[in-house]
């Protein structure tokens, strides 16, 4: 179900938005505009919708319209034209007190540089949202230390702001915008401030509230390693309008245009691909069938190693070609020379995959939650693609 | 020459304009006006009466002892040893006199500057409208404000507050809006966010943030105050300033004196107090 609904909204700053508007349904660009008008569009004619429970992640870059895209939301900024619906509810025609009241209990939003009360507590800015619409004391505080347990904030209530990190502002940021138990949040760049350790920790977080919490989340960012980690599904703009859409694998497999290519080029795919993109078809061997068959199959096939399976797929080692030859020398079954191995899951990371791989001497078995042969990932297979992420990807791999 | 010159050109008469103007003002605002002098008179005097009754040893003490919450030990001594210096050389009343004055001036300019000031904070047009009026008052010398003040309260202690109060208004109301329009985008959007109403946000939010420079503009309000007693003394308003002008005609050197120093010592306690000197530091 759609939570959002975004209908060819358009914002243009300047003296005369509408004669903007009309300039761009001409076609003029962005900088056209500008040029001609001193306008400047802030958003162009986007258009998409936002799936209930999913992490929807803006990206682009500095001056593309994000920060505007999701005020829009709010309507903290006035479209120009176009409507934004939230639960079927057209949010540019509700008058004064509809508007508040879907900021109150649909949308909650966290801030880049925190926007925190200085005055005030954390536990009284966590319960700003609440205050503002009279809500007995007692519930209020009760909820509000209830979202600062969740962010890992408790015992910081009576602290200000100014006491504490950024990383742990940006926590208050996130329980004052949990503790209004909206179904949205929107987060425009709410970890960009943070520094790199403390930004990895807090995306683990979100992710990890989310797992508990399902909101929908709106979650703005340039960066895409950033975006690749926690969106479901990604949105590039630029200059003011909608690019592609997509999951992160779709925009790394198919960028839609030359910006989009741009903008996955130097992202580090280890962190994004995982053992099912890479890995490829086996040589396996059912156990029961003997070790006649596996030395034929591997004579056959020129490979020098065959992974066992029982009859239910279930992976049981690797079979080397000396080994077998010794076994049936010595009339041993395959379970006696087999030799196990790590394995990896089907959706472990390449990055976490550098050091099973460099251990082993022969391509590492990818199995599923109940222990099936699912696939293998070669070392060579790794590096193609990190040398060029598109040929190799998606390719033959395994039956699912 | 200026009479050639007016033989062409007639003079544009101002001055009598604004004379006939404020004659047909007074005329129909008598009563309203002279129910606002009666009642300002009648707030100092409760003011002046209640200094008066406290004990001045009892007074300073609770003088000192704000100082010290407000300040610090320093003030607070400075305070202590000054009220006692005020008290030795004879000048209580006169002083407590002032202290009225200055403080009803001060309660107005605050009931009358704030909203102002909010007003100016939120809005560009009240700002462009309001800003040159302070201006204005701030820039016109402060005598000519005594003439339409005479005309509408007479003399005595209301016409020196209402002077005293247009011409030390304008730092409260310019420092609250501008404390107003300093609070940080961020916050605003974040209290509109959350679902604020307008007021939420006012009261929530930017008279909070806006105070430090509220109390700062309140502060100077003080200051230009109590630079005005000796002109209030003019439309005799009673206390200080009456001192000062009376050693100033009489040519008497000592009471200019001593009455000078009671003054610049009201001035340093209020000033410090007011200031928060304590706060900045932490
Ligand atoms: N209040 C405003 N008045 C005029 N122009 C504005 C205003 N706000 C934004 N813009 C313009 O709209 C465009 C989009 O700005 P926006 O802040 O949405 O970009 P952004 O993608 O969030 O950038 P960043 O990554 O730097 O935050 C920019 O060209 C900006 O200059
Ligand atoms: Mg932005």
Do not use: C
């Not at chain 1, 319209?65 to 509810?89: H, Y």
């Not at chain 1, 979650?219 to 909608?242: C, N, P, S, W, Y």
């Not at chain 1, 004579?299 to 000396?322: C, H, P, R």
Request: zero cysteines; aromatic letters at 8%; proline letters at 4%.
């Amino acid at each position: 179900m759609d939570k959002i609904e975004v209908r060819s909204v358009t914002k243009v700053f300047g003296k005369n938005p509408k004669r903007g508007v009309e300039l761009l349904n001409q076609g003029l660009t962005k900088s056209d505009i500008l040029h001609k008008t001193g306008m400047t569009v802030g958003v162009n004619q986007a258009s998409f919708s936002i799936k209930d429970g999913e992490i929807f992640v803006i990206m682009g870059l500095s001056g593309s319209g994000k920060s505007t895209l999701v005020r829009l939301l709010n309507r903290l900024i006035e479209p120009t034209s176009g409507t934004v619906l939230i639960d079927g509810k057209d949010v540019t025609k509700m008058n004064k007190q509809e508007l508040r009241n879907t900021r109150r209990n649909k949308m909650s939003m966290v801030f880049q540089r925190f926007a925190l009360f200085p005055h005030r507590t954390i536990l009284a800015n966590t319960e700003y949202g609440l205050e503002v619409q009279k809500i007995p004391k007692e519930e209020r505080h009760q909820k509000a230390m209830e979202a600062l347990e969740l962010v890992g904030l408790k015992g910081y209530e009576d602290k200000k702001p100014g006491e504490l990190s950024g990383g742990m502002q940006q926590r208050v940021g996130l329980a004052r915008a949990l503790a209004n138990d909206a179904d949205v949040l929107l987060m425009d760049e709410a970890f960009s401030a943070l520094d790199p350790l403390i930004r990895k920790d807090m995306q683990d977080e979100l992710l990890d509230l989310q797992s508990k919490m399902q909101k929908t989340i709106v979650f703005i960012t340039h960066d895409l390693d950033e975006a690749l980690r926690i969106g479901d599904r990604i949105v590039l703009m630029k200059d003011g309008g909608v690019v592609q859409i997509g999951t992160p694998e779709e925009i790394l497999m198919n960028p839609a245009n030359r910006y989009v290519e741009q903008f996955v080029e130097d992202v580090d795919v280890t962190k994004v691909f995982t053992a099912e993109h890479v890995m490829k078809r086996p040589e396996t061997i059912e156990v029961s069938r003997g070790l006649r068959v596996a030395m034929k199959i591997m004579k056959d096939e020129g490979v020098s190693t065959v992974y066992a399976i029982d009859k239910n797929k279930k992976f049981l080692g690797i079979l080397y070609g000396d080994e077998a030859a010794r076994a049936a020398e010595q009339g041993l079954k395959i379970q006696d020379v087999l030799k196990q191995v790590e394995t990896v899951r089907l959706d472990t990371l390449l990055m976490d995959m550098f050091e099973v791989i460099s251990g082993s001497s022969v391509p590492i078995p990818v199995v599923d939650e109940e222990g099936r042969l699912r696939g293998i990932v070669k070392r060579s297979a790794i590096i193609d693609v990190m040398a060029d992420s598109s040929e190799v990807l998606n390719g033959d791999g395994v039956t699912k | 020459m200026s009479d050639t010159y007016h033989h062409f050109i007639p003079k544009i008469e101002i001055g009598t304009w604004v004379q006939d103007a404020v004659d047909a003002f007074v005329n129909h605002t008598e009563t309203f006006f002279t129910g606002l002098g009666n009642g300002i008179n009648w707030f100092v005097e409760q003011l002046v009466d209640g200094f008066t009754w406290i004990n001045p040893f009892v007074f300073i003490i609770i003088v000192a002892a704000i100082a010290f919450w407000r300040s610090g030990w320093g003030v607070a001594i400075f305070s202590l040893v000054g009220l006692w210096f005020i008290f030795d050389l004879g000048y209580w009343p006169d002083t407590m006199q002032t202290l009225g004055l200055i403080l009803t001036a001060i309660i107005i300019s605050i009931i009358i500057g704030i909203p102002f000031g909010i007003w100016i904070g939120l809005s560009d047009a009240a700002k462009n409208i309001i800003t040159p009026i302070l201006d204005f008052m701030q820039t016109m010398p402060a005598f000519v404000y005594l003439i339409p003040v005479l005309f509408l309260f007479g003399t005595g202690m209301a016409p020196g507050v209402v002077a005293t109060v247009i011409f030390s208004m304008p730092p409260t109301i310019r420092m609250a809006g501008l404390g107003i329009r300093q609070v940080p985008e961020d916050l605003i959007e974040a209290s509109e966010a959350f679902g604020s109403t307008t007021s939420q946000k006012l009261f929530k939010v930017q008279l909070p943030l806006a105070m430090k420079t509220i109390m700062a503009g309140i502060n100077q309000s003080i200051m230009l105050a109590l630079s005005m007693v000796v002109i209030a003394s003019l439309v005799a308003a009673p206390g200080l300033g009456a001192k000062v002008y009376l050693a100033v005609t009489q040519l008497r050197l000592d009471i200019g004196v001593e009455s000078g120093l009671a003054i610049v010592i009201i001035a340093i306690v209020l000033d410090r107090i007011t200031q928060n000197t304590r706060k900045n530091k932490s």
